[in-house]
């Protein structure tokens, strides 16, 4: 099938380099968001997305004249909907007394509401946003027939997952294999032809709903290993082992692959995708749940082993936090549970300063920042590391001597040395081992 032009709803990390990225291959594409603020961005020169590579990409594309942006839709051969879908802040479900996150799905409704006035025959829709399984058939199908065409007659539907990596979006989206879902085998096609304008990985073609378990799938496998591996910290503890070593030792299995335990899941993919299967079936997914439940008790395990070190009471404890962000090296704080941590500590009487490598704000997400090391450490009891920052994991415990007061300090991400920070003088206490196994 034939593309020369698409419109992308919905201008974020997703939609911005996949339009940029059409617009390169020679395709006319106009690039829709509902947030007056991003276009205006965009149209001024500027861009809201902090990705490498993604400014050049969109100035190049916007400098060919083959990205417009604009607030509303417009005809074109393709649409692709790259738009939000978090989960409800202030509505949750619950089955068997057990509750249950559930996915705003409004964004999605509004976006494909929108292109029904521009859908014309032979159109190919495509969504891409993370979605509760049967998405595409019982959602985004009848609003688009609402045009009084008919999907999989008239027009083409497809469902397509995105599965890059924040920090490596560009060369990800080109080189990772690409699922599309048709609702029928000539929407796949269509689905197909399209990408292949960019695609350089492998184009796998299924039905609509695989490819929506295929993305949710993926996300919810990561989050029970880590539900796993926070499990089996907390069994070190009680056992008086060092789960590090443990994990180590049980990954030279040739068929063992432990990830590590921390003090959470976050971000807006692995910690939300798996509430989408618990909503759309809670009867046959207690595993999934339970090991959201574990991973969103994580913090207030974290919380309770700081507390504890302060013989439970934390009033006027001067505590620092180190990084902030839901995952290394990057700067991206949603869902994150280092912030969790952090505030559950000044909840209770703390006086909690983070620093944050990646953020130099004075309040980050509600957290009182340094914006340097220095500054952060220089009245502190203790050093909560919370985020395997590269430049947090590199800390010389010698030259912190200097800096700070504080003699106690706790990693709960496995990233300092035991042998060192304790030669230096540091009582070291790590996630996961055993009193008899902290050095002090
Ligand atoms: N960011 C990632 O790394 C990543 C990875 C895989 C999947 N996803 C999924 O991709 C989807 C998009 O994520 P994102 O990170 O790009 O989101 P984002 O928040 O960065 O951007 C989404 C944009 O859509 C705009 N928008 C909202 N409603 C709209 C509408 N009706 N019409 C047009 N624009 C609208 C918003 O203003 C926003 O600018 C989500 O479902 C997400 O789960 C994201």
């Not at 500027?46 to 993604?54: A, D, F, N, R, V």
């Not at 949750?92 to 559930?102: A, M, N, P």
């Not at 700067?331 to 300063?353: H, N, T, W």
């Amino acid at each position: 099938m034939q593309f020369n032009k698409v419109c992308i709803l919905g201008l974020g990390y997703i939609g911005l380099p996949t339009a940029s990225i059409f617009a390169s291959c020679g395709l006319d594409v106009m690039g829709v968001d509902t947030n007056p603020d991003v276009i205006s961005i965009l149209r001024n020169g500027g861009i809201h997305i902090s990705e490498p590579g993604l400014r050049d990409l969109v100035h190049k594309a916007v400098d060919s004249g083959r990205l417009r942006v604009s607030g509303t839709p417009e005809a074109a051969d393709a649409f692709i909907i790259a738009v939000p879908t978090p989960f409800l802040e202030d509505n949750q479900g619950s089955y068997k007394g057990q509750s249950y996150r559930l996915a705003d799905m409004r964004a999605v409704k509004s976006a494909a509401e929108s292109i029904v006035p521009h859908l014309r025959k032979d159109n190919l829709v495509v969504l891409e946003s993370t979605s509760p399984p049967q998405t595409t058939l019982n959602l985004v199908q009848p609003i688009l027939e609402k045009s009084g065409l008919k999907a999989g007659t008239d027009f083409y539907l497809a469902y397509s997952p995105e599965r890059v990596l924040p920090g490596q979006i560009i060369r990800e989206l080109t080189e990772n294999a690409r699922v599309i879902g048709g609702i029928d085998k000539r929407s796949a096609e269509a689905g197909r032809d399209l990408y292949a304008h960019f695609v350089k990985g492998e184009i796998v073609m299924t039905d609509a709903t695989t490819a929506e378990m295929v993305k949710l799938m993926e996300n919810t496998y990561r989050d029970i290993n880590i539900a796993i591996a926070n499990s089996f910290s907390k069994l070190a503890v009680r056992f008086g082992i060092d789960i590090w070593e443990a994990i180590r030792i049980a990954n030279r299995h040739p068929r063992v692959k432990i990830l590590n335990p921390g003090p959470g899941v976050g971000g807006h993919c692995i910690s939300v995708d798996p509430w989408f299967f618990v909503e759309a079936a809670p009867d046959l997914t207690e595993l999934i749940s339970a090991a959201r439940q574990v991973n969103d008790q994580q913090p207030h395990f974290v919380f309770n082993l700081v507390k504890q070190l302060f013989s439970n009471d934390l009033t006027g404890k001067n505590i620092v936090a180190l990084g902030l962000a839901f995952k290394p090296d990057v700067d991206d704080l949603r869902e994150s549970p280092a912030i969790e941590v952090a505030k559950l500590l000044s909840k209770d009487g703390a006086i909690v300063r983070a620093y944050e490598p990646n953020k130099n704000d004075a309040h980050v997400a509600g957290v009182i920042s340094a914006p340097t090391l220095e500054e952060a450490v220089k009245d502190a009891e203790l050093l909560l590391l919370l985020v395997g920052h590269r430049e947090l994991k590199e800390l010389d415990p010698t030259k912190l001597l200097d800096l700070t007061p504080a003699r106690l300090a706790v990693d709960t991400v496995g990233g300092w040395d035991r042998q060192s920070w304790s030669e230096a003088g540091f009582k070291l206490i790590r996630l996961g081992v055993g009193n008899s196994h902290q050095i002090k």
